[in-house]
Nanobody
């Protein structure tokens, strides 16, 4: 079992930055591929970024590439999402997810555990 708790969301002006954190508990965290997803009102949940268990490989949605950075610290059982140059269209609830496999995961259906989400609102 892996439990996930997100933090760091909030209200920011366009062009600003936020850093989300996802704290994980469970013995297998360091062997889990991790991902961030988001869901805006009236829209489906969409992939944002993913990272392998050792942090050596990452992958991003085109909409956030060059602005967002996913990273992890396995000594702290935490995965991060640094979000820069935020846009109003980035407004959503952001979810952290863990998968039982160590590799990258691109679809929500590849993930086994989910956090409750944290709200990010970007004002224009």
């Amino acid at each position: 079992q892996v439990q996930l708790v997100e933090s760091g969301g909030g209200l920011v002006q366009a062009g600003g930055s936020l850093r989300l954190a996802c704290a994980a508990s469970g013995r297998t965290f360091s062997r889990n591929g991790m991902g961030w997803f988001r869901q805006a009102p009236g829209k489906e949940r969409e992939f944002v970024a993913t990272i392998t268990w050792a942090g050596g490989s990452t992958y991003y949605a085109d909409s956030v590439k060059g602005r967002f950075t996913i990273s992890r610290d396995n000594t702290k059982n935490t995965v991060y999402l640094q979000m820069n140059s935020l846009k109003p269209e980035d407004t959503a609830i952001y979810y952290c997810a863990a998968r039982l496999r160590p590799a990258l995961g691109y679809s929500q259906y590849e993930y086994d555990y989910w956090g409750q989400g944290t709200q990010v609102t970007v004002s224009s």
